[in-house]
C-alpha cells in the first residue's frame, strides 16, 4: 500500500472501532462492561500487546494493556480513559444514542466526548506508533476503568484501582486522563480540581406556636446563616465578572442543594437543615474556609451544628513547570504540533484528581476544540476530523513523554 493508502487505511479503522465501542451500551445503571472487555481484548490482540483484566469488584473489570518499554524500570505512561457513560433522554436525541451515526462528517453518540473518543484515540496512536517502528524507553499502560460517572462520595473505579496491589505494580510516573471539548480553536487542558466540599448544617431552635415572635428560633439561624453563603457567592461571581481570564475552577462556588425540616406549617420547627455543595478553589486553604463557615454558624445563634463531608482532602495541583519533569516533553510536544492550549483548574471531578493524591502528576486533557461542550447533553457528538486529528496529537505527545530518560 501507498503511504496515503495505508493512511486511509488507518483511519477507516479507526472510525470502525470508535463506532463499534460506542454502540457497546456502556450506559449506567446496567453497564455492559463485558461488551467492553470482549471489545478491549480484541484490540489487544489487533495491536499484539498484552492486555490484563482485573475487577476491582464483581462485573467491574479494569483493562490495562500494556506496551512495554527499553528501560521497564523507569515510571511508566499511564493513559486513562473510563468506559462507562451517563444516561441519555433517548426522546431529546435526533439520532439513536448507541447507533455511532455518522452524518455530516460527525459521530452522534453517547460518549463521543466523554470519553470514549479519548480511549480509541490512545489505542489508535500506539497502533501507529507501532508501525512506524519506533520504540519508548519507558512502558506505556493504557487503562480502562469503570464507573468514573458514578464515583465521588462512593468508593468505586479509579478510587478502588489506586489501592490495589496491580495498580503499585504499574508503577506510574505521569498520567493523562479526560479533559473537556473547547468551543474555541485552543485546547484546554486541566492540571488541578477543587476540593469538593458538601457541608451539612442543622440549625437547632426554640418549638412553639408558629404565630409568636421568639428569640432563637431554627428558621432565623438558617436565615443568618444562608445569607452569609449569599454574600459569599455574589463575591465569588464578581471576581468571574471582574477579570475575564478567570474561569469557574479558579473561584469558590457554593449552592444550596438540599433543605429539610418542620413538622407542620404552624410549629415553630425544632431542627431546619441545609445542604450546601462548595467546590473550594486551590488557592484557598480548606483548613480556613472551615474555619470561616463554623464561624458563620457561630454568629447565627447557638445549637447550629456543621459538618463537612468531603472525599479527598486538598490535593496539589500538577505543577507545569520544570519542577515536573514530564511538562518539558509534553509543552515540547504541543509545540512541535502548534496547537494552543489553555491551561485550567477543573470545575468538577476526575479521575485524575485521585492520581495527584498519589503523588502522579497528571493532566486532563482531551483533543476536542471548535466543538461545542456535549458531555452528558443531548445529541453528544464529535467531528470526524477532529477525531483524527486527536489521534495525531496523542502520537506527538506520547513520542516526548514515554522517551523522557530518567
Ligand atoms: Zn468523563
Not at 126 to 140: D, E, H, P
Not at 235 to 247: D, F, H, R, V
Request: aromatic fraction near 8%; hydrophobic fraction near 40%.
Amino acid at each position: 500500500m501507498s503511504h496515503n493508502h495505508e493512511e486511509q487505511h488507518l483511519d477507516a479503522l479507526a472510525i470502525n472501532s470508535f463506532r463499534k465501542y460506542l454502540q457497546i451500551s456502556s450506559v449506567h445503571p446496567h453497564v455492559d462492561y463485558k461488551g467492553c472487555v470482549d471489545f478491549l481484548q480484541e484490540q489487544a490482540k489487533s495491536l499484539n500487546l498484552p492486555i490484563d483484566v482485573i475487577y476491582v469488584e464483581p462485573d467491574k473489570p479494569v483493562i490495562i494493556i500494556t506496551w512495554t518499554g527499553q528501560k521497564p524500570k523507569l515510571p511508566s505512561i499511564l493513559l486513562n480513559s473510563h468506559m462507562d457513560v451517563v444516561p441519555v433522554y433517548e426522546d431529546k436525541w435526533t439520532y439513536k444514542p448507541f447507533e455511532a451515526t455518522v452524518e455530516n462528517g460527525k459521530i452522534y453518540a453517547r460518549g463521543t466526548q466523554d470519553m470514549k473518543s479519548v480511549g480509541i484515540q490512545y489505542l489508535e496512536a500506539i497502533r501507529r506508533l507501532k508501525l512506524a517502528g519506533v520504540s519508548f524507553v519507558r512502558t506505556i499502560h493504557i487503562c480502562f476503568v469503570p464507573d468514573e460517572e458514578i464515583s465521588g462520595f462512593i468508593e468505586v473505579g479509579m478510587t478502588l484501582f489506586v489501592k490495589t496491589k496491580k495498580f503499585k505494580e504499574l508503577n506510574v510516573g505521569f498520567s493523562l486522563d479526560e479533559g473537556i471539548a473547547s468551543p474555541s480553536n485552543h485546547f484546554t487542558l486541566f492540571y488541578g480540581e477543587r476540593c469538593s466540599i458538601m457541608i451539612n448544617i442543622t440549625c437547632h431552635g426554640q418549638t412553639g406556636h408558629g404565630s409568636n415572635l421568639l428569640p432563637n428560633t431554627a428558621g432565623q439561624k438558617l436565615s443568618n446563616i444562608l445569607k452569609k453563603f449569599s454574600e459569599f457567592r455574589k463575591k465569588q461571581q464578581n471576581l468571574l465578572k471582574e477579570n475575564p481570564s478567570l474561569t469557574l475552577g479558579d473561584v469558590t462556588s457554593v449552592n444550596v442543594t438540599k433543605l429539610s425540616g418542620g413538622i407542620k406549617m404552624n410549629v415553630l420547627p425544632a431542627e431546619l437543615k441545609v445542604v450546601i455543595d462548595c467546590r473550594l478553589a486551590v488557592t484557598e486553604d480548606l483548613e480556613e474556609w472551615k474555619k470561616t463557615v463554623i464561624g458563620w454558624c457561630q454568629e447565627a445563634g447557638k445549637d447550629v451544628d456543621v459538618e463537612f463531608k468531603h472525599v479527598l482532602p486538598q490535593v496539589p495541583v500538577t505543577k507545569l513547570d520544570n519542577s515536573n519533569p514530564y511538562w518539558a516533553p509534553f509543552s515540547e510536544a504541543i509545540n512541535e504540533l502548534g496547537i494552543e492550549i489553555k491551561p485550567q483548574i477543573f470545575s468538577a471531578g476526575t479521575d485524575s484528581q485521585l492520581l495527584r493524591q498519589e503523588g502522579i502528576p497528571a493532566i486532563g486533557f482531551s483533543p476536542i476544540n471548535n466543538t461545542p461542550v456535549l458531555l452528558h447533553d443531548h445529541d453528544e457528538y464529535l467531528g470526524i476530523d477532529t477525531f483524527l486529528k486527536g489521534i495525531d496529537i496523542y502520537c506527538g505527545i506520547i513520542k516526548k513523554i514515554a522517551n523522557l530518560e530518567a
